[in-house]
């Protein structure tokens, strides 16, 4: 079964200001390049794009991924 994608508020604005796509998030969490275990049972994929780092605070159940906020780091800093 194919999980469903949800996005609170929080990361709606994020990808707003950010200008980052929901391609490349759901990309992101599906075929990270790296993924850590984060607080609060939260996980955090991280995929390069275009000489950048784009990190993702993601929770995920049986049925979702429930993205909380996502950003662009400088690759040397993870």
Do not use: C
């Not at 200001?17 to 969490?29: A, G, H, L």
């Amino acid at each position: 079964m194919k999980k469903i994608f949800i996005y609170t508020e929080h990361s709606k604005e994020s990808l707003f200001e950010r200008k980052i796509s929901k391609e490349f998030v759901e990309n992101t969490i599906i075929n990270p390049d790296k993924i850590f275990e984060s607080i609060k049972g939260r996980k955090i994929a991280q995929k390069e794009f275009n000489n950048k780092l784009l990190r993702v605070i993601y929770k995920e159940t049986d049925k979702i991924y429930i993205v909380i906020t996502v950003y662009y780091s400088k690759l040397e800093r993870y």
